[in-house]
């Protein structure tokens, strides 16, 4: 059996998210006391009582996501060990720290920053791309740029795409998937992730991960930007900094892993947003989310 774990990225989180695991479990706790003070900011609040509006604002999401996915992570490691590890997006970091490249306060003050650029970035928007396949959107975002700036950024299962990109480029693009005969929903999102628009944001993260430690991967680790294995810290602080504005390969990356031989999944943190893109690429995947002790025990039972 090979396992790998999955880390959720922003839109995940929901208030009161780890508040089991930091009243129940010392290590979980500790990783809540370590984010507080790594930042000089109680995240352990904001995720635990929000309010909804802040926890939600992009430079408080990114860090509470992560310090809840890593304070998850401790108490399900005693029991299951990962071969491979991948986030979505920001959920990155949050492999990077399970794979021993990144400690876990130098990516929560990482996170932290990348967050604050990425909410300093403005103009564009994102919108998902329903029932068509990647060709066709593809061709359909080259057809709305002549209108404005518009490109897949999360390919993220079969039949569903996020596109990034100016409001004019995103709003055109959404009118040809629908006579196309797709669907088009527009996401309430801060900035135009993963697209070209946030180069600004490149250029500062690319400064912090300069100064960043980085070690080699203890385990697989699989990045966004390529869908493939990263063996060497280099290489992950290059494909880091490209992230920034470079499609999420997220449906590649469960390919990968089934074709290497994964048969158990296990998404490591708020939400269950990756454990249903696994079953949309392969129906009879064996995924387990894990986001409070309910999940926990239910996957200790099962697994077991």
Same mark, same amino acid.
Do not use: Q, W
């Given at each position: 059996m090979k396992t790998a774990f999955l880390f959720p990225g922003q839109g995940s989180q929901y208030v009161g998210m780890g508040m089991e695991f930091f009243g129940k479990f010392s290590k979980a706790k500790s990783i809540y006391d370590a984010a507080d003070t790594a930042l000089g900011l109680k995240i352990s609040d904001i995720c635990f009582l929000g309010p909804e509006e802040i926890l939600k604002s992009t430079e408080n999401a990114q860090p509470a996501i992560l310090t809840t996915s890593i304070a998850i992570l401790q108490e399900v490691l005693p029991f299951?060990?990962? +071969?491979?590890?991948?986030?979505?997006?920001?959920?990155?970091?949050? #492999?990077?720290?399970? =794979?021993?490249?990144?400690?876990?306060?130098? =990516?929560?003050?990482? &996170?932290?920053? $990348? /967050?604050?650029?990425?909410?300093? =970035?403005?103009?564009? %928007?994102?919108?998902?791309?329903?029932m068509l396949p990647r060709e066709k959107v593809e061709q359909l975002c080259k057809d709305a740029s002549r209108i404005g700036l518009v490109a897949p950024a999360n390919y993220n299962s079969p039949g569903q795409i996020a596109v990034s990109g100016t409001?004019?480029? &995103? *709003? *055109?693009?959404?009118?040809?998937?629908? %006579? =196309? /005969?797709?669907? #088009?929903?527009?996401?309430a999102v801060s900035a135009p992730f993963h697209s070209t628009l946030l180069t600004s944001v490149q250029a500062k993260l690319a400064l912090e991960l300069a100064n960043a430690k980085l070690n080699n991967p203890e385990i697989g680790f699989i990045a966004n930007v390529t869908a493939d294995y990263v063996k060497e810290a280099s290489a992950v602080r290059e494909l880091l900094v490209k992230q920034a504005v470079s499609s999420v390969l997220w449906e590649d %990356?469960?390919? $990968?892993?089934?074709? +290497?031989? &994964? +048969?158990?999944? &296990?998404?490591?943190?708020?939400?269950?947003?990756?454990?249903?893109?696994?079953?949309?690429?392969?129906? +009879? #995947? $064996?995924?387990?989310?894990i986001e409070n002790t309910d999940t926990l025990d239910k996957f200790k039972t099962e697994v077991k």
């Open positions: 299951v060990k990962p +071969d491979v590890v991948a986030g979505h997006s920001l959920g990155e970091y949050s #492999a990077l720290v399970a =794979a021993g490249v990144l400690d876990f306060s130098e =990516a929560v003050k990482l &996170v932290k920053k $990348r /967050g604050d650029f990425m909410k300093a =970035a403005s103009g564009g %928007t994102m919108a998902a791309i329903l409001k004019e480029g &995103v *709003e *055109e693009m959404c009118k040809l998937a629908k %006579t =196309a /005969g797709g669907k #088009a929903i527009p996401l %990356t469960i390919n $990968r892993m089934i074709k +290497d031989g &994964v +048969d158990l999944f &296990v998404e490591v943190g708020p939400g269950k947003v990756l454990s249903g893109l696994v079953k949309k690429i392969k129906k +009879d #995947a $064996r995924i387990y989310n």
